[in-house]
C-alpha cells in the first residue's frame, strides 16, 4: 500500500507540495483553440496537471428522449443526457495535439475514460495516469481495465459508500493497480461547504492506505485549501478563463485569478503544517529578549534584600524567568546595582 505516487516525475503524498489539477472537461465550449488558450492560462495560475475527460455521447448513452434521459433538477435541469454529453465532450482527434501542447508548456496531461474505448486509445497515445470519475466507480469492469494498464490511477469517491470504495480499491489493486490515490468528493454541483465533509480525508487514506485528496465543486478557494490541512495531497478544480464564458460546468469552474490563490495558498498551507515542534523556531529566537524576566527596578546596595518595590517581572527577557520570583523575595543582594539590571544568580547572597 503506497503512501505517495508518481505521475510524469512529480511524487504525490503528504511530504511533497499538493498537486494541483485543472479540470478542463467542457470549458473549451467547442473550441480547441479555447482549449489550448485555457490549458495555457492553467499552467500560468499554478496548475501541475490539466485533466481532460475522453468519452464520446454514444459511449455514455444513447440518442434517447424517453422517461430517464431528460434531467431532472440541478444544473442542467430539463437537459437531454445525449445532447449534454454532445456539448460537453472534447473530441478524441484533439486528444494528441492536447497531450503535445502540454508538454510543450510543462504540464501533464492526462484524462478520464468511460468505457474501454476511451482507455485504448489513451494508451495508444501514451497517457501518464487515468481518472475514475464519482459517476463511474461502480462501474468495475472500467476499473479493472484501467488498473491492468499498470498506471498510477486516481479514484473520486463522489457518491459512493465506505462498501462501494472499497469494492473499487480492491479491484484496483487486483488488477495490477499498484499507485492509487483517492478523492474525497461531493458530486453537487455545486456542492454547498457544509456538505463537503472534509474529516472524511484522514479517514479515507487510513483505511485504504492511499494518497488522498479534494475533487472539489464549491465556490470559491476556501474548502480545497482547508482540505490540506486534512491531509489532501491531490485538489482538482474546474478551471476556465471566464465563467461569463458559459458552458456545461462554467458555474463551479473557477478562474485564473482565483485557480492562482488557490495553488499558492495550497502550498502555503502545506509547509504550514511543518512537523511536530515544542523547540524555539529559528524566526522567535530573536523574539526571546520580549519575554518578561525579573529585573531590578529601584538601586539597591549590598545587603538589601529583595522585595515587591526594587524587584519586579517585566519585560524584556534578560533576567532570570519569572518563576523564581518568590523564590528570591526576602533574600538579600551581594553588590550594589543600578536600576534596569536583570536579575541573575550572582546577584543573590
Not at 474505448?117 to 479493472?144: M, N, Q, V
Not at 459508500?161 to 453537487?188: M, P, Q, W, Y
Not at 524576566?293 to 546596595?301: E, T
Amino acid at each position: 500500500m503506497s503512501a505517495s505516487i508518481e505521475i510524469s516525475g512529480y511524487k504525490i503524498g503528504k511530504a511533497y507540495p499538493p498537486f494541483i489539477i485543472a479540470e478542463l472537461s467542457a470549458n473549451h465550449n467547442g473550441s480547441l483553440s479555447k482549449a489550448k488558450e485555457t490549458m495555457a492560462a492553467a499552467k500560468e495560475s499554478g496548475a501541475h496537471a490539466v485533466k481532460l475527460q475522453t468519452y464520446t455521447p454514444d459511449t455514455m448513452t444513447i440518442d434517447y428522449d424517453g422517461p430517464g434521459f431528460q434531467i431532472k433538477g440541478g444544473l442542467w435541469d430539463g437537459k437531454n443526457l445525449y445532447k449534454l454529453y454532445q456539448e460537453a465532450h472534447t473530441p478524441w482527434e484533439w486528444h494528441e495535439d492536447l497531450f503535445a501542447y502540454g508538454k510543450e508548456l510543462g504540464l501533464v496531461v492526462f484524462s478520464t475514460p468511460f468505457d474501454e474505448s476511451a482507455i485504448l486509445f489513451l494508451e495508444s497515445i501514451g497517457a501518464p495516469a487515468y481518472k475514475i470519475a464519482s459517476f463511474e466507480l461502480i462501474d468495475l469492469p472500467l476499473i479493472r481495465k484501467c488498473a491492468a494498464q499498470e498506471k498510477p490511477i486516481i479514484m473520486s469517491t463522489g457518491m459512493a459508500d465506505l462498501k462501494e470504495i472499497a469494492e473499487a480499491v480492491s479491484v484496483a489493486r487486483e488488477s495490477g493497480g499498484k499507485d492509487i490515490a483517492l478523492l474525497h468528493c461531493t458530486s453537487g454541483y455545486p456542492t454547498p461547504p457544509n456538505e463537503a465533509d472534509l474529516n472524511t480525508l484522514p479517514h479515507l487514506a487510513k483505511a485504504f492506505g492511499v494518497v488522498s485528496g479534494l475533487s472539489d465543486h464549491t465556490g470559491g478557494i476556501g474548502v480545497a485549501v482547508a482540505s490540506v490541512a486534512l491531509g489532501a495531497s491531490i485538489i482538482e478544480k474546474h478551471f476556465t478563463i471566464s465563467r461569463a464564458d458559459g458552458g456545461p460546468d462554467s458555474a463551479f469552474s473557477l478562474e485564473p485569478d482565483e485557480f492562482k490563490l488557490l495553488s499558492k495558498n495550497a502550498e502555503i498551507a502545506w509547509l504550514a503544517l511543518g512537523n511536530i515542534r515544542y523547540e524555539k523556531s529559528k524566526s522567535e529566537q530573536q523574539n526571546l529578549q520580549f519575554r518578561r524576566s525579573i529585573y531590578i527596578v529601584k538601586d539597591m546596595n549590598v545587603g538589601d534584600k529583595f522585595n515587591e518595590e526594587n524587584c519586579r517581572i517585566i519585560r524584556p527577557g534578560f533576567g532570570l524567568v519569572p518563576k523564581y520570583y518568590d523564590l528570591i523575595l526576602g533574600r538579600k543582594i551581594n553588590k550594589s546595582v543600578k536600576r534596569g539590571t536583570p536579575l541573575a544568580w550572582d546577584l543573590l547572597s
